[in-house]
């Protein structure tokens, strides 16, 4: 019965391509985000959400959107994939927005893209 | 995030011993600090947390220290254990979380 899933496990693309990664949470939780996993394994906050409203939009290319149809789901669309692309792409959420004690991230199992 | 640094990208330690994972910082404006665990082909998964206004928290073998002069972080795990062997990431922040590039811990039996 997992908390955080996303789909799917691996992405193997090609450059120019538009892919979409899915993520859904039945924990209750009011906030989602995505995080990106790099190459120097740093875990970065691409966008955050809340109850369907966008919160936290970091420096990301316009190609990256996320949409979040309720507040259980916040999938990622990712438009003209390239090179750069290819990370590990993390699916979050928590019982409330902003840090707090009591209110830790939940992650998924990642995403790991491949553009070729 | 270079704001978070764990200077030590790997660890490694005897069953049983005290195992000590460190973190330093930049921003001294952060409320909460953050340990997640992470094992391969998983997501992190929380481990233990402090706010800013202690400077200690203890849950079962693990114990958070964290001193804000310094702006340092640190979780101790005593005893070690072969399953606590995974990346440790420290994680902190106010509205989204900051975190390091993970310290690779192997505890051999």
């Known amino acids: 019965d997992t908390a955080v899933s996303q789909t799917p496990k691996y992405l193997v693309t090609q450059m120019g391509n538009d892919k979409s990664i899915k993520c859904e949470q039945n924990?209750?939780?009011?906030?989602m985000y995505w995080y990106k996993q790099d190459s120097k394994k740093f875990l970065k906050i691409m966008f955050s959400?809340?109850?369907?409203?966008?919160?936290i939009n970091e420096t990301v290319p316009n190609r990256f959107s996320p949409k979040s149809p309720d507040k259980a789901h916040l999938n990622l669309h990712i438009n003209s994939l390239e090179l750069g692309d290819s990370a590990v792409y993390f699916c979050?959420?928590?019982?409330?927005?902003?840090?707090?004690?009591?209110?830790?991230?939940?992650f998924g199992n990642g995403t790991r893209l491949t553009v070729t | 995030d270079q704001q978070v640094k764990q200077n030590s990208p790997s660890l490694s330690v005897q069953e049983g011993r005290i195992s000590i994972l460190n973190c330093d910082y930049t921003?001294?404006?952060?409320?909460?600090f953050l340990w997640y665990k992470k094992y391969p082909a998983e997501g992190p998964t929380f481990l233990i947390s402090?706010?800013?206004?202690?400077d200690k928290n203890e849950d079962g073998r693990f114990t958070v220290f964290l001193n804000k002069s310094a702006k340092h972080l640190s979780l101790h795990i005593v005893p070690s254990q072969p399953g606590d062997s995974a990346v440790y990431f420290c994680?902190?922040?106010?509205?989204?979380?900051?975190f390091g590039a993970g310290t690779r811990l192997t505890v051999k039996p």
């Open positions: 979050a959420s928590s019982r409330m927005t902003g840090a707090a004690e009591n209110s830790p991230l939940h």
């Open positions: 959400y809340n109850n369907k409203e966008l919160i």
């Open positions: 994680a902190m922040g106010n509205n989204d979380m900051r």
């Open positions: 402090i706010s800013s206004i202690k």
């Open positions: 924990l209750g939780h009011d906030t």
């Open positions: 921003n001294s404006m952060f409320d909460y």
